[in-house]
């Protein structure tokens, strides 16, 4: 508003010095004072134009060029100086004309090109701005020779017309700006990937309006955080329940990075970064806004690395303890061969046996790491090939066969009739998978005592996509506590049987390992006491037929 207030003054300055300066020429009839009455007259009548040119930019906030605020200085420089030289007053004035007709073309533009109003709204201020200014010219032109009362009062007439439209277009643009603005917020909370909320305390505490983001978040709808306005304390975790409680109360603190966890529809936890704003009426808080981020997969990310490290250090410890007691064994034991502490060939000769057996467990140790630091860097190579499936199961049956030959443990071995077929085939790297068969076997026979019974058996599954090829043994079987951990590097469970304790801890996860690499699967079921099953699950090969 200070521009159309400036306009006002500016016009209404023009006329009283114009009065002012006539009733002095005619009493005086001085020269200067005419000069001085004919300049700041032009100077006044400028100003009061350009007032009107600025308030139709500013009015829409339309920005404005600099040469119209220069522009005017050096038309007064050269007034001030055709007046000195006594130049006639019309001559003087007509720089001033042309450039105030220039500055109403000018503000007649700006309505009709750039303001955003309805087309009646912008012909009525076109003719009004433009008649204002045309008067203004035109009745300081007259000023010149005479002052005419009733020119004066048309221009008063018109500025307090003009004057009270300001007003009344002010207050159209706020409500334009304001619906803009209104719509502009509404679409981005409505687009929001985060929960954008508003929570009123007063008259009772309640959400105004959350983002239907919190739908795809937590799993409920809008209409329910307005039905039950506490519904976010009870998504609320126990432990986080305070944080929360208080932010949405009137002892609420300006919150920019908090956290706590919601319960989603699906029971599943979240983790949600917290962001608020207490909203003050005077010293009364009345409401609080802000915002809820979905942070759980960053927070997933954290603790992986957390877990990460962990295992890092575990490993590190793990790998120290394996290879501190075989070394100890390895030279404790050399030391005494080369001291010839040994009192026959007997002694000495399982002196040598423990040693090889040592060094062979830390060389088979040594590869264990390797192939897995191998595979899960992703540096390990396959050589895939075509096997058939009942060659595959062949193969791993016989060798084992042989294997418990030399034990009391019975040996079962079964297969589906219709895996005879040739044209069921698996992409495998057989070494691998023997070597996986070779760690499930190994296991079974260090848990199955005398007389207990290993059974391998292969079968198609539901699907007829998939082969399915299982070791299953009756031996003491793992603590259920165990059986989630058996596939991690180095875990041998606090129940495992001591015959068990001489391996590394690596076959297992190893073998998942290589399953994974081969699309393929490997699961444990055990019963403490009743024995155990790995499974083994491979895709069967299909050879895409090119057109």
């Given at each position: 508003m200070r521009e159309y207030t400036k306009a006002w003054v500016s016009s209404s300055l023009l006329y009283l010095i114009n009065l002012a300066g006539y009733t002095l020429m005619q009493s005086e009839g001085d020269v200067p004072l005419s000069l001085f009455r004919s300049v700041f007259t032009n100077i006044l009548c400028l100003y009061s134009i350009l007032a009107i040119f600025r308030a139709s930019c500013l009015v829409d906030n339309i920005p404005i060029k600099k040469f119209w605020n220069r522009y005017p200085l050096l038309l007064i420089l050269c007034g001030l100086l055709l007046g000195a030289l006594q130049i006639p007053a019309m001559i003087v004035a007509l720089p001033f004309y042309a450039y105030e007709l220039l500055l109403i073309a000018a503000s007649a533009y700006t309505i009709a090109w750039k303001w955003r109003l309805p087309i009646l709204w912008k012909s009525g201020y076109f003719l009004l701005f433009s008649a204002c200014g045309l008067c203004q010219i035109y009745s300081n032109f007259l000023m010149l020779s005479e002052i005419s009362l009733l020119m004066i009062g048309v221009n008063v007439l018109f500025l307090l017309i003009l004057n009270f439209s300001y007003a009344i277009l002010y207050q159209k643009f706020l409500t334009i700006n304001q619906s803009i603005r209104n719509d502009y917020l509404s679409i981005l909370a409505e687009k929001a990937v985060d929960i954008i909320f508003y929570y009123t305390l007063r008259p009772y505490p309640r959400f105004t309006f959350i983002s239907p983001s919190v739908e795809n978040i937590t799993g409920y709808k809008q209409s329910d955080f307005y039905r039950n306005p506490k519904l976010h304390l009870e998504l609320t975790h126990e432990q986080d329940r305070q944080i929360i409680s208080k932010a949405f109360s009137s002892e609420a603190d300006a919150i920019n990075k908090n956290y706590a966890r919601w319960q989603r529809s699906d029971s599943e936890f979240i983790y949600l970064e917290f962001h608020n704003t207490p909203i003050f009426s005077g010293d009364e808080l009345i409401a609080i806004e802000g915002i809820l981020r979905d942070i759980?997969?960053?927070k997933i990310a954290?603790?992986?690395?957390?877990?990460?490290?962990?295992?890092?250090?575990?490993?590190?410890?793990y790998i120290s303890h394996e290879l501190k007691t075989p070394i100890t064994y390895i030279v404790g034991y050399a030391e005494a061969l080369q001291n010839n502490l040994f009192a026959d060939d007997e002694e000495r000769r399982s002196a040598i046996d423990l040693i090889?057996?040592?060094?062979?467990?830390?060389?088979?140790?040594?590869?264990?790491?390797?192939?897995?630091?191998?595979?899960?860097?992703?540096?390990?190579?396959?050589?895939?090939?075509?096997?058939?499936?009942?060659?595959?199961?062949?193969?791993?049956?016989?060798?084992?066969?042989?294997?418990?030959?030399?034990?009391?443990?019975?040996?079962?071995?079964?297969?589906?009739?219709?895996?005879?077929?040739?044209?069921?085939?698996?992409?495998?790297?057989?070494?691998?998978?023997?070597?996986?068969?070779?760690?499930?076997?190994?296991n079974a026979i260090d848990h199955t005592p005398e007389g207990g019974m290993i059974s391998l058996k292969c079968s198609l599954d539901d699907r007829k996509e998939s082969v399915v090829i299982q070791v299953a043994d009756s031996g003491s079987g793992i603590a259920e506590e165990d059986l989630p951990y058996i596939f991690k590097a180095f875990y041998r469970g606090k129940h495992t049987g001591e015959r068990a304790k001489s391996g590394s801890g690596l076959g297992l996860s190893l073998s998942r390992q290589i399953m994974q690499a081969h699309k393929g699967n490997i699961e444990a079921r055990s019963t403490k006491g009743k024995g155990s099953s790995f499974t083994v699950t491979l895709p069967l090969y299909r050879e895409e037929v090119q057109r």
């Amino acid at each position: 508003m200070r521009e159309y207030t400036k306009a006002w003054v500016s016009s209404s300055l023009l006329y009283l010095i114009n009065l002012a300066g006539y009733t002095l020429m005619q009493s005086e009839g001085d020269v200067p004072l005419s000069l001085f009455r004919s300049v700041f007259t032009n100077i006044l009548c400028l100003y009061s134009i350009l007032a009107i040119f600025r308030a139709s930019c500013l009015v829409d906030n339309i920005p404005i060029k600099k040469f119209w605020n220069r522009y005017p200085l050096l038309l007064i420089l050269c007034g001030l100086l055709l007046g000195a030289l006594q130049i006639p007053a019309m001559i003087v004035a007509l720089p001033f004309y042309a450039y105030e007709l220039l500055l109403i073309a000018a503000s007649a533009y700006t309505i009709a090109w750039k303001w955003r109003l309805p087309i009646l709204w912008k012909s009525g201020y076109f003719l009004l701005f433009s008649a204002c200014g045309l008067c203004q010219i035109y009745s300081n032109f007259l000023m010149l020779s005479e002052i005419s009362l009733l020119m004066i009062g048309v221009n008063v007439l018109f500025l307090l017309i003009l004057n009270f439209s300001y007003a009344i277009l002010y207050q159209k643009f706020l409500t334009i700006n304001q619906s803009i603005r209104n719509d502009y917020l509404s679409i981005l909370a409505e687009k929001a990937v985060d929960i954008i909320f508003y929570y009123t305390l007063r008259p009772y505490p309640r959400f105004t309006f959350i983002s239907p983001s919190v739908e795809n978040i937590t799993g409920y709808k809008q209409s329910d955080f307005y039905r039950n306005p506490k519904l976010h304390l009870e998504l609320t975790h126990e432990q986080d329940r305070q944080i929360i409680s208080k932010a949405f109360s009137s002892e609420a603190d300006a919150i920019n990075k908090n956290y706590a966890r919601w319960q989603r529809s699906d029971s599943e936890f979240i983790y949600l970064e917290f962001h608020n704003t207490p909203i003050f009426s005077g010293d009364e808080l009345i409401a609080i806004e802000g915002i809820l981020r979905d942070i759980t997969d960053r927070k997933i990310a954290e603790q992986e690395m957390i877990d990460s490290k962990k295992s890092k250090q575990l490993l590190l410890s793990y790998i120290s303890h394996e290879l501190k007691t075989p070394i100890t064994y390895i030279v404790g034991y050399a030391e005494a061969l080369q001291n010839n502490l040994f009192a026959d060939d007997e002694e000495r000769r399982s002196a040598i046996d423990l040693i090889f057996s040592k060094a062979v467990f830390l060389q088979n140790l040594v590869e264990d790491l390797f192939q897995l630091s191998k595979m899960e860097s992703n540096q390990f190579s396959f050589e895939f090939m075509q096997t058939k499936v009942y060659a595959l199961y062949r193969e791993i049956a016989e060798k084992h066969k042989n294997e418990l030959a030399g034990t009391r443990i019975k040996y079962l071995c079964q297969v589906d009739d219709g895996l005879k077929d040739e044209r069921f085939e698996v992409l495998v790297d057989r070494k691998r998978i023997q070597q996986v068969f070779s760690n499930l076997f190994s296991n079974a026979i260090d848990h199955t005592p005398e007389g207990g019974m290993i059974s391998l058996k292969c079968s198609l599954d539901d699907r007829k996509e998939s082969v399915v090829i299982q070791v299953a043994d009756s031996g003491s079987g793992i603590a259920e506590e165990d059986l989630p951990y058996i596939f991690k590097a180095f875990y041998r469970g606090k129940h495992t049987g001591e015959r068990a304790k001489s391996g590394s801890g690596l076959g297992l996860s190893l073998s998942r390992q290589i399953m994974q690499a081969h699309k393929g699967n490997i699961e444990a079921r055990s019963t403490k006491g009743k024995g155990s099953s790995f499974t083994v699950t491979l895709p069967l090969y299909r050879e895409e037929v090119q057109r």
